[in-house]
């Protein structure tokens, strides 16, 4: 199954990105229209976040959601598969870089931040190929596990390494950040039971990682959020990266509280691309029943 998946995505990775983005609309809203789980957990998380005024804009919102959505899923194609030269191609532009060189000329360790927004994958791609240094991925095995090697062995070309969502992993996030070197988080992951609190986003209570604020918390290390923004009509993609708006007090609730608001402020930059489909309000196995309020 591996080898056939391998097979798919580098013939996807090999296509313009004009067509692949089709092809990605076309899935997306295919899913919208064919899986009543998936549209009716967008519809519901859309609703819940008030980013849309009404009903009428609300459904248009899930349905362009949809559409990024099946974007986002064969992009990582391309950021797994395609030359890191070829990627770096298709950034059109970046924001944000000289906080990168402010962070690196005072000999920090960087913890790159973004939410399942955008083209995270391919950004992340981008941010590690201008780094002096390897960069090093937190990521959760998929729920297939025969795709894991192809995700590992395209995260890893260019000197990058990836850290498992252990105690293991976490341990290599510490020593590269201790090292000055930089790791990527994604924060609006649900966490295992005992790895995180629960916190509001967009005003429901959802269990939160508390990992980001304590490696927030090290010596010399600096935390710079960032957003693949993608392009309309397949014309590439804008990275935008930027320092933490609010620090954390090194006060867990309050962190964690502080996290998700730093999520959702960029989701309402673009909250089209946003992976509205994703259960964030989920209990995982032995966490504490959620709040009434948090």
């Given amino acids: 199954m591996t080898r056939l998946a391998r097979f798919v995505l580098q013939a996807l990775a090999a296509l313009p990105l004009p067509l692949l983005h089709a092809l990605g609309s076309m899935l997306g809203r295919a899913l919208y229209w ?6 009716a957990r967008m519809r519901t998380n859309i609703a819940n976040s008030k980013i849309a005024g009404n009903y009428q804009v609300c459904e248009q919102l899930v349905k362009q959601s949809a559409a990024e959505t099946g974007k ?11 030359e890191p030269a070829a990627i770096i191609g298709l950034i059109k532009h970046c924001q944000g870089w000289e906080h990168v060189e402010a962070a690196l000329a005072a000999g920090k360790g960087l913890i790159f931040v973004t939410p399942h927004l955008g083209s995270y994958d391919i950004a992340g791609r981008y941010i590690s190929s201008r780094l002096p240094f390897p960069l ?3 990521y959760r095995p998929p729920k297939l596990g025969w795709l894991e090697p192809i995700m590992n062995e395209g995260r890893v070309r260019g000197g990058a390494k990836t850290a498992p969502a252990t105690g293991a992993g976490v341990r290599l996030l510490m020593k590269a950040l201790k090292s000055g070197e930089a790791t990527i988080i994604l924060p609006d992951q649900v966490p295992g039971s005992g790895e995180g609190v629960w916190a509001p986003f967009f005003g429901r209570p959802a269990f939160t990682m508390s990992l980001l604020p304590r490696l927030a918390q090290m010596d010399n290390v600096a935390v710079l959020w960032f957003t693949g923004e993608r392009l309309p009509h397949g014309r590439g993609f804008v990275v935008h990266i930027a320092p933490q708006s609010q620090p954390f007090c090194g006060q867990r609730d309050s962190d964690v509280a502080i ?8 989701i309402r930059h673009f909250p089209s691309q946003y992976l509205w489909s994703y259960n964030r309000y989920k209990r995982p196995a032995g966490a504490p029943p959620a709040p009434d309020s948090v």
């Fill in 72 to 82: 986002g899923a064969l992009e990582l194609a391309i950021a797994w598969c395609r």
């Fill in 34 to 39: 064919f899986s009543p789980g998936f549209r």
């Fill in 136 to 138: 090093t991925a937190m």
């Fill in 259 to 266: 996290l998700n608001g730093e999520v959702e402020r960029l």
